[in-house]
């Protein structure tokens, strides 16, 4: 069966529409709609790809736009755009990648949490807050009165600032700390 | 340059239109523009209209086809379908419902 002989857009075609398969599928071209696959989507440099996507895996060095739901992986390349929001329980972000959007690794134990969440962080973070300015603030309500100057405060401390989402609840009081120091330096 | 494959597990409901080669294994509905060929592997299903210079049909199609310079259905292909074009070609033992169209410019 020619079963493994992938599924490829070359470079001067278009697709649009729905594409559904079991099987991989490489584009290099230009690919816009949805797309269901049981198998790995590869998007090439020059490619472009609009589409809400549910994959196994992904791998991007191309352009993208859309949702992404992969039951295993998500790879951005250094050569990636990507605006859409990815959730795969493992997501690899390369240097020079860049994306705006959310990530979403699903559950995560207390122990993975932290290496696997700061590795994708700080690239992400610099596109991704301007666009979400709402995800920033929300918390400082939250805290207790004392921490009332709370807005100099991140101000000031801004770079270090990249901590996973999931983290929020256990940064809070380290922040707080970090912020007292500094004010009494 | 790579020809664009659609693999035999793949559907594609929508359009697929370019400048490459198209070889489909699997499903295509909706509609096929490209400024080359298109073959249709003998276990591909095509329900679209075909636009197309030359057009290789060995599996089934539902459509109309209209190329620029050739039609040609295999022995064991099935078409239903009106066909445009200047050349046709209809292999013993392919299976075909339409009308044919070879108004060549003359």
């Given at each position: ?136 603030p929300a918390p400082a309500p939250a805290r207790p009165a004392p921490v009332a100057k709370a807005p100099e405060a991140p ?13 929020k609840a256990k940064a809070a009081p380290r922040k707080k700390a970090a912020a007292s120091k500094?004010a009494?330096? | ?106």
């Amino acid at each position: 069966m020619a079963r493994n002989e992938a599924t490829v857009i070359a470079a001067g075609t278009r697709i649009s529409g729905r594409l559904e398969g079991a099987e991989d599928v490489q584009v290099l071209g230009a690919l816009q709609g949805t797309v269901h696959l049981e198998g790995a989507l590869f998007i090439d440099t020059e490619a472009r790809v609009d589409a809400e996507c549910a994959v196994d895996s992904l791998e991007v060095h191309g352009i993208l736009v859309g949702d992404v739901q992969a039951s295993d992986t998500i790879e951005l390349h250094p050569t990636a755009r990507v605006v859409g929001d990815l959730a795969a329980p493992r997501v690899i972000v390369h240097e020079g990648a860049r994306m705006r959007g959310l990530i979403d690794m699903g559950d995560m134990d207390a122990e993975r949490a932290p290496t696997k969440g700061r590795s994708a962080a700080p690239a992400r973070r610099p596109t991704a807050s301007p666009a979400r300015p709402a995800s920033r603030p929300a918390p400082a309500p939250a805290r207790p009165a004392p921490v009332a100057k709370a807005p100099e405060a991140p101000a000031a401390k801004a770079p270090p600032a990249p901590e996973p989402e999931d983290e929020k609840a256990k940064a809070a009081p380290r922040k707080k700390a970090a912020a007292s120091k500094k004010a009494e330096a | 340059m790579a020809n664009t494959v659609i693999g035999s597990s793949i559907v594609i409901d929508g359009e697929i239109a370019g400048e490459e080669p198209i070889i489909v294994q699997g499903t295509v509905k909706g509609r096929i523009a490209v400024s080359e060929s298109v073959f249709v592997e003998s276990a591909a299903t095509i329900e679209a209209d075909v636009e197309a210079d030359t057009v290789e049909v060995a599996g089934v199609l539902t459509g109309n086809v209209t190329a620029g310079a050739r039609v040609e259905l295999k022995a064991d292909s099935k078409m239903v379908g009106d066909i445009k074009s200047p050349r046709i070609l209809i292999a013993d033992g392919a299976l075909f419902k339409g009308n044919i169209d070879m108004d060549v410019e003359r």
